[in-house]
């Protein structure tokens, strides 16, 4: 087998040298830091994009948190406002009511203060009346005449006597 | 016809003496060349966009890439980045040996044992002295190792010495009798082909078709073994076990 015949041996491994550190020297200088080179940039930019991404993602949960805090005070705030108007409005009902109804009381005490002095008017009106009444029937059935006073005393007795 | 081992004959291209030695150069230089060439165009022209997004070329220069330094990252841990360069050079001048040695009128360097040889023992030398260089003397561990009761090691140190020191030649002779054999029984048949009568040559034809096959497998794995090797004994070497 020529494989096994030495004359061959001093070339073979003379190019065997030559090509060997020849290809070492293309692959370490030039081949693989190119390649090294484009797979770094590439995991970088993958690294990057990702980190990217990441980032969006939390700023976008911040806007969102961000959004419900606004939303939660903002119905905070609302519910105040409804229930200021609605102490407001019960306070303007409370007060209108009432001065409603002291008016009310007013006229109605200015009311009965004039029925009374009508019915205390009416009432010496009907003593005067029962006493010329009982003047005039006494001249004409006794044919006395009573003098005024005396008359309207007895008025006021009998009123008295039949309350 | 040709003796199946006649693929295997190196003959001078261009003579040539140095100092009364014969370094002529003959086709097994001429396919180490090539191999250097392709390497070269296939990795630095094929990577020559350096796209982001690899086309077909880059990617498996990428592919290449990564396969090698995952081999040496596995077996040999992150000290190997440095002997990275060096382990990468060998799969590719083994891969490609093989490979070129597969096309027609191809000759395969690697069916040589003075170049699978020469490899190994680059190999071998490199990793002893790596271990010395890093261990020193405690690289000696080695050969008995750590828990073994005292009393074997009369037993176990010769044979890891043995072990140790026939790594070369298993190195060696495996990719080169692989690669030999290989051809041999290409050759054989092929010859059959067209030695036996007409219609029975199919039988041999299918035979070499899937022996040619096989024989592309066994290219790459032939060099995917001698590069594995090589990271295991560089981390042997360099860890120690």
């Given at each position: 087998m020529p494989q096994f015949d030495p004359s061959s041996f001093p070339s073979q491994l003379f190019w065997l040298a030559v090509c060997f550190a020849v290809l070492y020297a293309l692959m370490s200088r030039v081949a693989l830091p190119r390649i090294a080179e484009v797979l770094t940039e590439r995991q970088r930019r993958v690294d990057n994009d990702r980190d990217r991404a990441a980032q969006l993602r939390n700023e976008a949960e911040a806007a969102i948190q961000a959004y419900e805090r606004a939303l939660a005070e903002a119905r905070i705030q609302a519910h105040g406002i409804a229930k200021s108007a609605d102490e407001d409005i019960a306070r303007l009902v409370h007060t209108r009511t009432k001065e409603v109804a002291e008016r009310l009381a007013v006229q109605v005490k200015g009311g009965e203060d004039r029925i009374a002095a009508a019915r205390d008017a009416a009432l010496t009106q009907v003593r005067d009346i029962a006493a010329d009444a009982a003047q005039a029937m006494v001249s004409r059935l006794v044919g006395v005449s009573v003098d005024g006073s005396k008359a309207l005393d007895a008025v006021g007795v009998a009123i008295q006597e039949r309350g | 016809m040709a003796s199946p081992v006649h693929q295997f004959e190196i003959h001078p291209l261009i003579p040539i003496q140095m100092g009364g030695v014969d370094v002529s150069f003959t086709n097994s230089a001429l396919f180490m060349v090539l191999a250097v060439v392709a390497s070269y165009v296939f990795l630095v022209l094929g990577m020559?966009?350096?796209?982001?997004?690899?086309g077909r070329w880059q990617s498996l220069a990428e592919v290449t890439y990564e396969f090698v330094a995952n081999m040496v990252r596995d077996n040999v841990g992150k000290e190997g980045a440095r002997y990275f360069p060096f382990i990468f050079t060998l799969f590719m001048f083994v891969t490609l040996g093989n490979i070129l040695g597969m096309m027609p009128y191809g000759f395969t360097y690697t069916s040589h044992i003075a170049v699978t040889g020469a490899l190994a023992l680059t190999v071998f030398i490199g990793v002893t002295i790596i271990g010395f260089a890093r261990?020193?003397?405690?690289?000696?561990?080695m050969f008995f190792p750590h828990g073994a009761p005292i009393l074997t090691a009369p037993i176990l140190i010769p044979i890891e010495l043995i072990s140790y020191l026939s790594r070369p030649f298993s190195l060696s002779v495996r990719l080169f009798a692989n690669m030999t054999v290989g051809h041999i029984m290409l050759k054989v048949l092929a010859g059959f082909i067209v030695t036996v009568p007409l219609l029975l040559g199919i039988v041999p034809l299918a035979a070499t078709i899937g022996i040619t096959i096989l024989e592309f497998g066994i290219a790459f794995l032939q060099a995917y073994v001698f590069t594995i090797l090589s990271c295991i004994y560089l981390n042997d070497a360099i860890n120690m076990h």
């Open positions: - | 020559g966009g350096r796209s982001l997004v690899p261990h020193g003397l405690h690289f000696l561990r």
